[in-house]
């Protein structure tokens, strides 16, 4: 390969490195972020209450996605 493809390649690679290096910072900040978040949530009053109804949607929500037809049986 020619020297200049060579440090073409090499920049590429930095500038890679670079992007990746802040994608990896965003997602730290993100993660604290939403830690805090969380942290704060739970500190809110009727926390429990909203949990405990949260829970009870999803199995509501599950129980009818069971009773409801597959799709192999409605195709035919």
Not at 18 to 36: C, F, P, T, W, Y
Request: aromatic share 2%.
């Amino acid at each position: 390969m020619k020297e200049n493809k060579l440090i073409e390649m090499k920049n590429k690679v930095e500038a890679l490195t670079r992007v990746s290096q802040h994608m990896i910072n965003e997602l730290a900040q993100i993660k604290d972020l939403a830690i805090g978040t969380l942290e704060t949530i739970k500190n809110m009053p009727d926390y429990d209450e909203a949990i405990k109804k949260l829970k009870a949607d999803v199995i509501e929500k599950s129980s009818k996605a069971e009773k409801a037809e597959p799709l192999e049986a409605t195709s035919d």
